[in-house]
C-alpha cells in the first residue's frame, strides 16, 4: 500500500476523504460544460451569496454572469463578491411567470433553501437547519420582461436556476428562454420537498420537450443521511449540436 493510500485510510476512519482536484469539483465541470456549449452569457437565477459565478470564474469562465437574488441579507454579500468583477452584474429581485410582489419564506441555512412556496416536512425533518426562520416580500419579474437588459440577440446564454422549487413558475414567465438560450441548469426533486414542486420526470419532460435541449449531467445534491436517500439533484441539459468554437479560452485549474 502506498503511502498516499495509507494517508486516504487514515482520514476516512476520521470520517474525511482525499478525491483528486479539480477534476472532483462539478464547479470545474461546469466550466468545461460551458466552454463547451460556447455560452457568451449565464443567468444565474437564486444567486445567494455568488457561490456558483465565483466556482465558474476559479476555473475559467469568463464570459458574463448575470445574478439575481432577491433576499437582502445574501444580495448584499452577493454584491460585495461581484463588485470587482466587471463582468459580473448582479440584479436585487426574484424571476417567475408574472410581474408582482411575491413573499419569500427566509430559510435558517443562510437563505440557501428559502422559497416562495411552503416547504414540505420532509425537507425540514432531513435537514432541520433549513426551517424557515422568517419572511420577507420581494419585487418578482418576468425573465422575458429582463431578457433585453441582460442579453443580446447573438449572445449564447446559459440559464441556472436555483430556486427552490419554483422552476416551474420561473419558465413560465421565459418564453423567450427556447430560442436564446445554448443550455439549462435547474435542481430537481426525487421526492416532494415543496408545495406544488415539479418532481424530475417532469423537469426532464419539460427541458427536452419544450426547450429541446439533451441532458448532459447529472449532479448529487441534497440528502438524508439519516437513510443515505438522494431527495435533489441538479440536471444540466446543453442543445445538441456542436457549439462554435474558440469563444473561449478553456477552464483553467487554480494555481
Aim: with cysteine; aromatic share 8%; net charge positive.
Amino acid at each position: 500500500m502506498t503511502l498516499l493510500h495509507r494517508a486516504r485510510k487514515a482520514l476516512q476512519r476520521l470520517g474525511l476523504d482525499v478525491n483528486r482536484f479539480p477534476q472532483c469539483s462539478f464547479d470545474y465541470r461546469a466550466a468545461r460544460l460551458l466552454q463547451h456549449a460556447g455560452a457568451d452569457v449565464v443567468l444565474d437565477v437564486g444567486a445567494n451569496r455568488g457561490q456558483y459565478g465565483r466556482g465558474l470564474r476559479r476555473f475559467g469562465y469568463r464570459g458574463r454572469i448575470v445574478s439575481f437574488e432577491p433576499l437582502s441579507g445574501p444580495f448584499e454579500a452577493l454584491r460585495r463578491c461581484a463588485a470587482a468583477d466587471e463582468l459580473w452584474t448582479v440584479f436585487p429581485y426574484a424571476l417567475g411567470e408574472e410581474r408582482r410582489a411575491v413573499t419569500m419564506n427566509v430559510a435558517g441555512n443562510g437563505g440557501l433553501s428559502s422559497s416562495v412556496l411552503p416547504m414540505l416536512p420532509r425537507h425540514a425533518e432531513a435537514c432541520p437547519p433549513s426551517r424557515y426562520v422568517g419572511r420577507q416580500e420581494v419585487e418578482q419579474y418576468r425573465l422575458d420582461d429582463v431578457w433585453r437588459q441582460v442579453a443580446k440577440p447573438q449572445d449564447r446564454v446559459f440559464v441556472k436556476l436555483d430556486v427552490q422549487g419554483y422552476e416551474a413558475a420561473v419558465l413560465r414567465g421565459a418564453e423567450t428562454l427556447a430560442q436564446h438560450c445554448c443550455g439549462l441548469q435547474l435542481e430537481a426533486s426525487c421526492v416532494p420537498l415543496y408545495e406544488g414542486a415539479p418532481l424530475l420526470p417532469e423537469v426532464l419532460d419539460l427541458a427536452r420537450g419544450r426547450y429541446g435541449l439533451a441532458l448532459a449531467a447529472v449532479v448529487p445534491g441534497f440528502t438524508d443521511h439519516r437513510t443515505g436517500r438522494m431527495l435533489q439533484c441538479d440536471l444540466v441539459f446543453l442543445r445538441d449540436h456542436e457549439p462554435a468554437s474558440g469563444r473561449h479560452r478553456d477552464p483553467v485549474s487554480p494555481a
